[in-house]
């Protein structure tokens, strides 16, 4: 089965590295991801799927078999760019680019799904293999988002928060998602974890106006205030707890209406970052405090609200050596790469509290994330590789009850319905 998977793979790699580069040429940001969603429903239908799409307005999801089934492993692709406005590919109107590196899960994606059809292993598999693109994974253009809530076009702020509340992951037993990895131009495979979860912050200060030249005494400066909530977070840093991978950063969205008034309305957005939601609570708690105490000490008025983001990311163990066992079959032990935490957070964090998740990254990239140096120079490093691993893992995962066996010690942080709850709360703090 593998062999004629390989084989398959192979053969339609150039056709879907064409369409991972013209994906990258029309990049398209969280929850608007119309074309590149049609992209990739076109070439699964093509390949003979039944694909049910729109879902979380831009979403798709597909299988290889029809009708009910012991076990289904998702291997999941996300179809959003990030905005980077430096990078030579932004788009002209919205700054967006997949400096991000979805476009190449997306080309993994299709790859696989392609190559498993031609093979005809359906019939000799235990379960099923759902093919899963995803929106808006980029925490970012809230405000849009939020409208789109006030709109009941969607509920949660990111794809796969929204998946999870439709229930389109209630017959999936595992996830398996691939990323880039930066500044890692060489084949290779990186191996994580676990990921940082973070809380968003909004803080509000408001003051009072007054001429910054004649009268300043008679004004409350709120950039001040907000300023002195920021040089209280950095006084903090000190406490951060080495293993809690924790980091607070944050943009002044508002700094004041003129330089010749005191500012007197003021706003600030920022993340909590840290890597339990335990030590989330304690950062936040800090992150309140640092700001509330400098209202307090200029008389201003200031006010923090708190948004769910992302939770802490949890590797499955079993999960991840059944992948490298897979990726020793085409890589050396010294490209192989066990990397630990990884600081930045993602939405395959909620499900990881659900189901067995993992998130290897691949190299063939040169530059960071999300950065405008942001190159893929190896493109079967990034897609091809990977691809024959992925599909080599998840045919490991539904043969010989290897999915049962990690099921049976498997359990979750989280049910869904509890998941659902605090979901539901943190959207009634805010």
């Known amino acids: 089965m593998k062999a004629a998977v390989e084989k398959a793979i192979d053969r339609n790699a150039a056709e879907v590295i064409g369409l991972v580069k013209d994906i990258e040429q029309h990049p398209e ?7 590149t969603s049609k992209v990739v429903a076109d070439y699964l239908r093509g390949c003979s799927y039944e694909v049910e799409d729109g879902l979380a307005l831009t979403g798709l999801k597909t299988s290889l ?26 788009s002209p109107a919205d700054g967006a680019t997949h400096t991000c590196g979805h476009n190449l899960q997306l080309g993994i994606l ?8 031609e093979a005809g292993i359906a019939g000799h598999l235990d379960g099923n293999i759902a093919f899963m693109a995803i929106p808006a994974e980029e925490y970012i253009q809230l405000e849009y988002r939020r409208q789109l809530r006030k709109e009941n076009k969607i509920k949660y702020l990111s794809g796969k928060q929204e998946f999870i509340r439709l229930g389109l992951f209630d017959d999936i037993d595992a996830a398996i998602m691939l990323h880039a990895q930066p500044n890692s131009e060489e084949a290779s495979i990186h191996i994580y974890r676990t990921g940082n979860g973070f809380e968003l912050k909004d803080v509000h200060c408001k003051g009072k106006t007054a001429h910054a030249a004649a009268a300043p005494h008679e004004g409350i400066n709120a950039l001040h205030a907000l ?11 000190d406490t951060f707890r080495d293993e809690d991978h924790s980091r607070i950063h944050y943009i002044i969205t508002k700094g004041g209406d003129n330089v010749n008034s005191v500012p007197s309305d003021t706003a600030l957005q920022g993340y909590v970052r840290s890597a339990s939601i335990r030590s989330i609570k304690e950062l936040s708690s800090k992150f309140d405090k640092a700001f509330l105490s400098a209202g307090e000490n200029f008389n201003a008025k200031m006010s923090v609200s708190t948004s769910a983001g992302y939770m802490p990311l949890i590797c499955n163990h079993s999960l991840n050596e059944i992948f490298v066992s897979n990726v020793r079959n085409f890589l050396p032990e010294d ?11 993602t939405d395959l964090g909620d499900l990881s509290h659900i189901i067995p998740v993992i998130q290897p990254m691949m190299g063939g990239i040169k530059g960071g994330l999300h950065s405008p140096d942001f190159e893929v120079v190896d493109y079967n490093a990034a897609i091809t590789l990977p691809a024959k691993i992925a599909a080599n893992t998840i045919i490991d995962l539904l043969t010989n009850d290897t999915l049962s066996t990690i099921l049976e010690s498997y359990k979750p942080e989280l049910s869904k319905e509890e998941y659902l709850q605090l979901m539901d709360k943190d959207i009634n703090n805010e």
Not at 29 to 35: A, I, N, S, Y
Not at 110 to 117: G, H, Q, S, V
């Open 65 to 90: 078999k029809s009708g009910k089934n012991k076990y289904t492993v998702a291997f999941i692709g996300e179809l959003d760019g990030i905005i980077c406005k430096d990078s030579p590919k932004a």
């Open 110 to 117: 299709m790859l696989i799904a392609k190559a498993m059809k």
């Open 335 to 345: 490209k192989i790469y066990n990397k630990g935490h990884f600081m930045a957070s």
């Open 227 to 237: 300023i002195q909530g920021i040089n209280n977070i950095t006084a903090l840093r």
């Open 29 to 35: 940001l969280g929850f608007q991801e119309h074309r």
